[in-house]
């Protein structure tokens, strides 16, 4: 599992379990997002709800924490700890995001049954299977460090995602011409697919052979 500065294990597990689940349409977060959205134009072929902006909010939760009906390890694996709603308007959000682009925020809780706070705002890519997050350093200094979070499971990126990242980003290339990677992690493009398990992307992140 790659490692990231600055940022615990057990974050880094949560964004792993939740870009496996944003990149599977067959996952919770994939049904939420076929519901918002009207998949079939009696006028016109199907839309690609991902081509709409969408705000993803992230949610850490504290490693111990405990809900009712549910268990922790089962709520990461379903991505319940994945918001997903529509934006409206595009100056409300802190970066230019071409069509297919996605903005993501992610909320830390701040202790044991503790309110949430913002962490991070970032962009996600689904076609590259990628989520890049400007982490907040310093909240009164305004200090930020940017990361880039890979799925898991893709064992080889192509050596220019990162120049295919930032044109995309540039406008100098549509959402349809980037590298479609992700069509190996998401159950409706591969059916021989099978999505770790919270369980599993932690052994993995403890050294253990998996993920």
């Known amino acids: 599992m790659q490692t990231l500065l600055n940022v615990s294990q057990f974050d880094q597990c949560v964004?792993?379990?939740?870009?496996?689940?944003?990149?599977?349409?067959?996952?919770?977060?994939?049904?939420?997002?076929?519901?918002?959205?009207?998949w079939q134009d009696d006028d016109g072929p199907t839309r690609d709800p991902w081509l709409t902006l969408h705000q993803l909010t992230l949610h850490i939760p504290h490693p111990d924490q405990q809900y009712e009906g549910i268990t922790?390890?089962?709520?990461?694996?379903?991505?319940?700890?994945?918001?997903?709603?529509?934006?409206?308007?595009?100056?409300?959000?802190?970066?230019?995001i071409p069509d297919g682009g996605q903005f993501v925020v992610v909320m830390r809780q701040k202790g044991l049954d503790g309110d949430f706070e913002i962490a991070a705002t970032g962009i996600f890519i689904r076609p590259l299977a990628l989520l890049r997050l400007d982490m907040i350093v310093d909240r009164l200094e305004a200090e930020y460090q940017s990361i880039i979070v890979k799925h898991p499971i893709i064992r080889d990126y192509p050596t220019d995602w990162e120049t295919q990242f930032n044109r995309f980003l540039a406008q100098e290339i549509p959402y349809g011409a980037l590298p479609n990677l992700v069509r190996h992690v998401d159950q409706t493009l591969n059916s021989d697919y099978r999505p770790p398990s919270w369980l599993e992307v932690r052994l993995a992140a403890q050294g253990f052979a998996g993920v």
């Open 15 to 38: 964004f792993n379990i939740s870009l496996i689940t944003l990149c599977n349409q067959t996952s919770y977060v994939g049904q939420t997002m076929r519901q918002l959205h009207d």
């Open 72 to 96: 922790l390890e089962a709520g990461l694996t379903q991505g319940y700890n994945i918001e997903t709603q529509v934006i409206r308007d595009r100056s409300r959000v802190p970066y230019t």
